[in-house]
């Protein structure tokens, strides 16, 4: 085989059989008894035993009914006592089980990750979106999504649905401008019930902020990309708490459904099942309204030009609803969380922050030390704290540094955002002056430009298939976290926060935080 046929296999995607997926498992099953691995090249993956007694793992190497909702230790297992090896085993782990599964290769290395990420396309010998992690999600929105899709299916979904979430679509003064204002409107509303409720009272108040963030975000999304006229008290006491069970029963979903039926078409003989039903008719109605602002151009709708018909849409709208409501509202969650336990950092933004009356890009370009708060936030708490990939057909990699890696056709890669992002081989002091799991935005001055590419957060993934909202993303929560320390001097209720995780990742205790209010609302 030739250097190019190694890095790229020539060869056209399509579906193995399932003789052909057989005919693969016990060749490997062959090389398993061999002892052999089934990769090969300079990256050499450790094996995961399936059960190791007494190892002190959190848990056992793949999801269960057990351990689903805690994906983090998940990943963590697969590294555990890694850090006490040298080489690339220190890094590249895999798990198999011959006959009943294809292998699965979770990785930490930084460069590993990114050029998987830079090589996943619809192109022949590059890498699938694995969709086995998210089997619910198409269950509960439908298969023909941006997020579910693959291979040239998925580019065709891209070009449909991407466009109106673009930079030059969010930055064009007008549409920039609206929203701001629909913020500023949204901000000081939101201000004024936490006034009232603060003015009864002698101290400071005690508020979980995360429900708060989610509607202010589920609001700028439904009322003002999109153009619907939702109430705060719609948004808040119906929407939001809808879409989080439909996002909760995904990752269950996911996991337990083994018969692959989707809920809402289950008999309605649980309360589980009932509630389930329930919250897919509100969100139903949620997408209805979102798509009935289509014909009458508000909002966002205006930039989309496009003649497919609305129904070809739904499913795409209702994974920008919940996806979007998800990751920004945990992007935001996890900042404010950051700064309540760095009352210096804390200090520093509002600095930034405390004159600010227009919330133009460019405003927000000046506010220097926000933006590094926004950065070092999707280092160390990363909504997506890991990427599914699966290579179509045999496939070599390189590596920057020159590293190669066969991983074979079917492997399930899980790219492990999370722990790569904390580990101080990647993060800490040697690299970038700060330990790896300290919140350090000041870490970002140490990283030159001309190496800015050598430190990718992944924040919203990388390449092809990084994550269509990102400036979406990047904007709302700059106005979020902007707007709170602005108004707001508050800190942390809890010394410190774990993480939790589900779709994304959000702090334990709710952004549980005392609040002082700074100034008036005007």
């Known amino acids: 085989m030739?250097?190019?046929?190694?890095?790229?296999?020539?060869?056209?995607?399509?579906?193995?059989?399932?003789?052909?997926?057989?005919?693969?498992?016990l060749r490997r099953f062959s090389k398993y008894v061999q002892g052999i691995s089934p990769f090969e090249g300079d990256i050499k993956p450790t094996r995961v035993p399936l059960i190791k007694f007494g190892s002190g793992r959190p848990t056992m190497p793949f999801p269960h009914p057990w351990n689903y909702r805690r994906p983090l230790d998940l990943l963590s297992t697969f590294f555990w006592g890694a850090d006490a090896e040298e080489g690339s085993g220190r890094h590249n782990r895999y798990l198999e089980v011959p006959l009943l599964a294809d292998p699965?290769?979770?990785t930490r290395d930084y460069q590993v990750i990114k050029v998987v990420t830079h090589e996943t396309g619809d192109k022949p010998g590059e890498f699938d979106r694995d969709t086995l992690p998210t089997d619910g999600i198409a269950r509960a929105t439908g298969p023909d999504t941006l997020l579910y899709a693959n291979g040239p299916f998925w580019r065709e979904q891209k070009r449909l649905a991407a466009a109106p979430f673009g930079k030059t679509t969010l930055f064009q003064p007008e549409q920039f401008h609206e929203f701001a204002a629909t913020f500023r409107q949204t901000a000081v509303e939101r201000l004024q019930v936490l006034r009232a409720h603060m003015s009864t009272r002698t101290g400071p108040l005690q508020i979980h902020m995360e429900p708060e963030i989610k509607a202010v975000m589920l609001e700028m999304l439904s009322n003002n990309f999109f153009g619907t006229r939702l109430t705060y008290d719609e948004i808040r006491n119906q929407y939001v708490p809808c879409i989080e069970r439909v996002i909760d029963n995904i990752?269950?979903?996911?996991?337990?459904?083994r018969l692959g039926i989707p809920l809402k078409h289950m008999p309605p003989v649980t309360a589980r099942i009932r509630q389930n039903n329930e919250d897919h008719r509100s969100f139903d109605h949620l997408t209805n309204l979102v798509l009935a602002q289509r014909p009458l151009g508000t909002g966002l709708w205006r930039q989309f030009k496009s003649e497919v018909p609305s129904w070809k849409l739904r499913s795409n709208i209702k994974v920008f609803l919940a996806g979007a409501l998800e990751a920004t509202s945990s992007f935001?969650?996890?900042?404010?969380?950051?700064?309540?336990?760095?009352?210096?950092?804390?200090?520093?933004?509002?600095?930034?922050?405390?004159?600010?009356?227009?919330?133009?890009?460019?405003?927000?370009?000046?506010?220097?030390?926000?933006l590094k708060v926004l950065d070092e936030t999707l280092r160390l708490t990363p909504a997506l704290y890991f990427l599914p990939r699966r290579p179509s057909v045999d496939t070599w990699i390189t590596t920057d540094d020159g590293r190669r890696l066969f991983l074979p056709e079917g492997t399930h890669i899980l790219l492990d955002v999370w722990n790569c992002n904390r580990h101080e081989d990647n993060w800490g002091v040697a690299r970038t002056g700060f330990p790896a799991l300290h919140f350090a935005p000041d870490r970002w001055d140490n990283i030159p430009k001309t190496r800015a590419k050598e430190f990718m957060h992944f924040g919203f993934g990388n390449g092809p298939r990084v994550c269509p909202g990102k400036h979406l993303g990047m904007l709302e929560t700059a106005l979020v976290v902007g707007a709170f320390v602005k108004l707001f001097r508050f800190k942390a209720v809890n010394r410190t926060v774990e993480a939790r995780a589900g779709v994304s990742t959000k702090p334990a205790d709710g952004v549980f935080v005392e609040l002082e209010l700074r100034l008036i609302a005007r």
Do not use: G
């Not at 995607?13 to 498992?25: F, I, M, Q, T, V």
């Open 2 to 25: 030739s250097d190019t046929q190694q890095v790229r296999a020539p060869v056209a995607r399509s579906a193995p059989k399932k003789s052909n997926k057989l005919a693969r498992r």
């Open 104 to 106: 699965v290769y979770v």
């Open 251 to 257: 990752v269950r979903d996911t996991v337990t459904n």
């Open 332 to 370: 935001a969650s996890w900042a404010i969380s950051h700064l309540a336990r760095d009352p210096i950092a804390q200090e520093r933004v509002y600095q930034e922050v405390k004159d600010l009356t227009d919330y133009t890009p460019e405003a927000l370009d000046k506010c220097t030390f926000l």
